[in-house]
């Protein structure tokens, strides 16, 4: 940790040097970075974080180099991966909002049940002033956001029985992230919500520690749930989840400002790839889900759900006024 500050610290005389005494220093600037996350090789996150890296490295004619660390090889959930950045352990991270309530507050306004209608609507908040201001508040916890990438719309699997509606799911011990609005909106439905780390949850699942977990298409299917006994999926949608492509704040800072430019600029560029990758493969790995044997609901009764997940509006009403949820609500 030590070295690693040193570096940083030297990086930037380095550069100070560079540019006071002539020379551009992104000429000189060299670095290789460690970026995580925690879904496997073939997940959207690190096919977006493979294409973002390719591009970094001919964007910066070679000075840069991203080495990717995917399924979790530095850490068993996004928390404590999250915290790694923090600590300068680990340089960039792909990861859910979901458990990042901890490190920036104001991205829990993003987990409320049916606050977003569609793909549309979620592009047009994310990629305007509400998301800005979102990506902005994580400077506070030494962590830059530099774009929102895509994990997906939320979906129910459980190992029981096929789930049509909130009554069917009613009592179902489920693993949700650790997310105080996600714990309250499933509890408020009346399951037996339990907060763990992604990493713990695939075994979880297989000892029948608990009966289901809610997660995008692709999560489920890139990590194969159907072979921890996930039967039945219900296609609910009730909740959108932003991923973030996070880079350590100090670390960003030390580099010359044409590299930040570069970097900001391709987490953008890569965000659109990613989030079309992620939705475009969505209908292709549900079939292949039910060749595996996996029971796909389609006509879930959303509205029950959504009904009977409402009070968590008011319940989080102090910290998210309804003004501010109308925000996102009514954004166009
Ligand atoms: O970010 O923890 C979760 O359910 C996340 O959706 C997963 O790790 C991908």
Avoid at 300 to 322: G, H, I, L, N, T
Wanted: aromatic fraction near 10%; include cysteine.
């Amino acid at each position: 940790m030590r070295t690693k500050m040193a570096k940083i610290l030297l990086w930037s005389l380095a550069a100070l040097v560079a540019c006071t005494f002539g020379g551009t220093a992104s000429a000189q600037y060299k670095a290789t970075m460690k970026l995580a996350s925690a879904t496997p090789m073939d997940h959207p996150y690190n096919v977006g974080a493979k294409k973002f890296a390719d591009l970094i490295k001919e964007r910066t004619q070679g000075r840069i180099e991203i080495k990717i660390y995917p399924a979790g090889q530095l850490g068993k959930g996004e928390r404590e991966m999250t915290e790694g950045v923090q600590q300068g352990a680990i340089d960039l991270l792909v990861t859910s909002t979901g458990p990042m309530g901890g490190f920036s507050p104001s991205i829990n306004i993003l987990d409320f049940p049916f606050l977003f209608r569609d793909y549309q609507h979620v592009d047009s908040v994310l990629d305007g002033p509400i998301g800005r201001r979102l990506l902005d508040d994580f400077e506070k916890a030494n962590l830059k956001g530099l774009a929102f990438w895509e994990n997906g719309f939320r979906h129910l699997t459980n190992s029981k029985k096929p789930v049509r509606n909130v009554e069917d799911a009613r009592g179902l011990k489920i693993r949700t992230m650790e997310n105080k609005v996600h714990l309250a909106a499933w509890k408020a439905a009346g399951l037996n919500p339990t907060p763990m780390a992604w990493g713990e949850v695939f075994t979880a699942l297989q000892q029948r520690v608990i009966d289901g977990q809610e997660n995008p298409v692709a999560v489920i299917h890139s990590t194969k749930l159907w072979e921890a006994g996930q039967k039945y999926f219900s296609f609910t949608a009730h909740v959108y989840s932003p991923a973030l492509l996070l880079i350590n704040k100090k670390l960003f800072e030390a580099m010359p400002k044409e590299d930040q430019e570069i970097f900001l600029k391709t987490a953008l560029e890569v965000a659109q790839f990613q989030r079309k990758i992620n939705r475009d493969a969505e209908e292709e790995k549900l079939k292949e889900m039910e060749t595996k044997g996996v029971t796909v609901v389609r006509d879930v009764d959303r509205d029950s759900f959504k009904r009977a997940m409402s009070p968590v509006y008011d319940e989080f009403s102090s910290q998210f006024p309804r003004s501010q949820i109308e925000e996102i609500m009514n954004a166009k």
